[in-house]
């Protein structure tokens, strides 16, 4: 095998496994998740969960689901964005991009035009990871496995292969990656039974929203109390006195021996980070996530080192925009728990490359999952990390929020704050036809009945905005 820094092998063709992409389609489906106040934060206080919806059509009876997350306007130019890139996809042989899937994920994010209105960031990195996200799901699909198991099983070189290593080699280089998965490899089986056995830990958002009711806060600590969740996330940020009081509120119901962790979603300057967050300190929350700009690498080292004496880390992650900001957050002690989200940088490919930056330099992952079908995708991440990389759970937790998972075919399944290993093959996303149908922005029948209700306004323009 020759491991390779992103560039196409010659020897990789899998003879017979042809599998030829006859189509991609891109769809916008919006759920109305701001009438009820669910996903706010103190940035973003009216979110429609979203997603652009790919679904690759094959030659063969198989499909790829992927999606990236959206919070309603807008979602219609990431679809634009993954049809700009669609020729990029249509008429390859999936089996060919399989075996050599860094290659492939180089061409995808270097396209010599596409790339001025990036590179690896914003509106185009999300269309590629909705790309990237559903050719995993057709991978597992093809080998009859879920993702994790996937990845679990795959030939180290071939897991190897899958990366673009440009950029981040200063930190990490095939070979080591290589090394690590190798020198993990005892244990495995073991591993791998024992997740099968109990699931990995979740913590829970939903209790926190910015914009619930404290009686619905109160609520719904005691719910997932009940259901046997030990650490919970709350929204801070717009109003001191008002995080004092709610933070109150939820130690009060879930006691002191649970975990608390709190997130600004970027509101604050760093100073105005560090102030803020010594006045909560008497809550003991274990991290304070996103307190500033996510591209402020030196901005979150020096929250970092403030806020350590307090016994307080700093998470951030789910708007790091690509391989490259994680490496300088990693490198610079600005972040104590890093949060790889499965849509915000280009999918599985890259998200495996952070994995092993996070390895080699002692950081904890903890995956965002606050969106449509985030904790769908993340699990199955986090569960390959287990298996093969990392090995320990020490620190480590994943994001679960309760919403939208009746509108997918496989959704995750937690029981007793442990997600349960996903056993149908895929990654986990694909969306219930009659959901997406309903669910289609502008035209899909749950929105034109909202629209003559006038609970939402009809869109106007060309984008469809509302
Ligand atoms: C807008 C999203 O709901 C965001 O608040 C999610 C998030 O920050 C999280 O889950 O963490
Ligand atoms: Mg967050």
């Known amino acids: 095998m020759s491991v390779h820094n992103g560039r196409t092998v010659t020897n990789s063709k899998a003879p017979g496994t042809g599998l030829v992409i006859r189509n991609l389609q891109a769809r916008d489906i919006r759920f109305p998740t701001s009438l009820g106040a669910h996903g706010s934060d103190a940035m973003h206080t009216d979110p429609d969960y979203s997603c652009a919806y790919v679904v690759i059509y094959t030659e063969r009876d198989v499909e790829g689901h992927g999606l990236t997350f959206t919070l309603g306007r807008g979602t219609e130019i990431v679809v ?6 669609s020729s990029m996809v249509i008429g390859k042989d999936a089996a060919e991009i399989f075996q050599n899937f860094g290659a492939f994920w180089r061409q995808l994010t270097s396209e010599s035009q596409l790339r001025w209105i990036g590179p690896e960031k914003g509106v185009v990195h999300l269309a590629t990871a909705a790309i990237v996200n559903a050719l995993w799901d057709l991978w597992g699909k093809v080998e009859n496995k879920p993702v994790w198991k996937l990845l679990v099983d795959m030939e180290p070189e071939t897991l190897v292969r899958a990366i673009d290593f440009r950029y981040i080699t200063d ?31 979740a913590y829970t958002t939903q209790v926190g929203w910015l914009g619930y009711t404290s009686d619905r806060v109160k609520e719904l600590c005691a719910k997932y109390l009940a259901e046997g969740f030990t650490a919970f996330k709350v929204k801070v940020g717009q109003n001191l006195e008002d995080d004092k009081r709610r933070c109150a509120m939820v130690r009060e119901v879930i006691g002191w021996d649970k975990v608390l962790m ?18 909560l300190a008497e809550f003991k929350p274990l991290w304070i996530e996103e307190p500033t700009s996510p591209d402020d690498v030196l901005g979150h080292a020096k929250i970092s080192q403030a806020l350590k004496p307090l016994g307080i880390g700093v998470a951030t992650g789910e708007m790091c925009c690509n391989r490259v900001l994680f490496k ?54 986090q569960m390959f990390d287990y298996v093969c990389l990392s090995g320990t759970k020490e620190n480590r937790v994943v994001e679960f929020v309760d919403q939208q998972h009746e509108h997918f075919e496989n959704p995750t399944v937690v029981k007793r704050a442990h997600y349960q290993v996903p056993i149908v093959p895929g990654y986990s996303t694909k969306l219930k036809p009659a959901s997406a149908e309903a669910y ?4 899909g029948s749950k929105w034109q009945e909202m629209f003559s209700k006038g609970i939402f306004p009809r869109p106007a323009g060309k984008f469809g905005g509302n």
């Open 171 to 201: 930190v990490v280089t095939p070979e080591e990656a290589l090394a690590m998965l190798k020198k993990a490899a005892s244990g495995k089986e073991e591993r791998e039974a024992e997740l099968r056995r109990i699931g990995y830990p």
């Open 80 to 85: 634009q964005a993954i049809n700009s890139m």
């Open 262 to 279: 709190v997130d600004a979603n970027q509101i604050w300057d760093v100073q105005q980070s560090i102030d803020w967050m010594k006045e």
């Open 328 to 381: 300088q957050f990693l490198q610079s002690g600005g972040m104590q728990f890093c949060q790889i989200d499965s849509c915000r940088i280009g999918g599985v490919n890259e998200i495996l490359s952070v994995y092993f930056m996070a390895k080699k330099l002692g950081v904890p992952v903890c995956p965002h999952a606050g969106g449509v079908g985030l904790c769908e995708m993340v699990q199955h991440l």
């Open 440 to 443: 289609e922005y502008p035209n």
